[in-house]
Nanobody, 126 residues
């Protein structure tokens, strides 16, 4: 069964850090670009970052640029999202998703994803 599983969410104070992981099982992630998305209460889901299959190309939404870093370890079939300087407005359920190919990530075209994880909750609060 093909799955993406997120982990690493939790409660953190403003200014703190978390690292999210997205592990693939049942299929190798190395042919896929991976995106991180989030959905805050009462808001639509938004794509915030992606990384291409080799890790050479990354993309970030303006809201997280300079604070979040996406990376991947294809040997571990895992993609990471390092989140620093967290703000209350970063509170959301975070999802990872996979889509085959690289062009969509270079263009930050966060549509038509092939596989989705179930999400992990990040709460930023004092």
């Amino acid at each position: 069964q093909l799955q993406l599983v997120e982990s690493g969410g939790g409660l953190v104070q403003p200014g703190g850090s978390l690292r999210l992981s997205c592990a693939g099982s049942g299929f190798p992630l190395d042919g896929y670009s991976i995106g991180w998305f989030r959905q805050a209460p009462g808001k639509e889901r938004e794509g915030i970052s992606c990384i291409n299959s080799s890790g050479a190309t990354t993309n970030y939404a303006d809201s997280v640029k300079g604070r979040f870093t996406i990376s991947r370890d294809n040997a571990k079939n895992t993609v990471y999202l390092q989140m620093n300087s967290l703000k209350p407005e970063d509170t959301a359920v975070y999802y990872c998703a996979a889509r085959y190919g690289n062009i969509w990530c270079a263009r930050a075209n966060y549509y038509g994803m092939d596989y989705w994880g179930k999400g992990t909750l990040v709460t930023v609060s004092s």
